[in-house]
């Protein structure tokens, strides 16, 4: 069983929006800081947003500060990101990802449970 599934990836133009989701299985979800990632071909993976145990805290990158929002849903077991205004910089393989320290991010690689990734495709 992959303890993260994400969904929701896809092609848009530029400007546009979409919204991933992370369903989370096998472990206390709640008891975990969530974050997303990404890497786009050829670059190295970098950290997109992250959101504390309870949801009152989030970070961000400074690449998508105001323009991407982080959010969780502890009954549904589900982190989101809603991402809006997309340019075709942020068109990546977007990974989520669980590590027990929220403090972690974004400076060290999530110690916890990665996703597979779902591929954003932003066109010009």
């Known amino acids: 069983q992959v303890p993260l599934v994400e969904s929701g990836g896809g092609l848009v133009q530029a400007g546009g929006s979409l919204r991933l989701s992370c369903a989370a299985s096998?472990?206390?979800?709640?008891?975990?800081?969530m974050g997303w990632l990404r890497q786009a071909p050829g670059k190295e993976r970098e950290f997109v947003a992250a959101i504390n145990w309870s949801g009152e805290l989030t970070k961000y990158s400074d690449s998508v500060k105001g323009r991407f929002t982080i959010s969780r849903d502890n009954a549904k077991n589900t982190v989101y990101l809603q991402m809006n205004s997309l340019k075709p910089e942020d068109t990546a393989l977007y990974f989520c990802?669980?590590?027990?320290?929220?403090?972690?991010?974004?400076?060290?690689?999530?110690?916890?449970?990665w996703g597979r990734g779902t591929q954003v495709t932003v066109s010009s």
């Open positions: 096998g472990f206390i979800f709640s008891d975990y800081a």
């Open positions: 990802t669980a590590d027990f320290i929220y403090a972690h991010y974004p400076n060290r690689p999530p110690e916890g449970y």
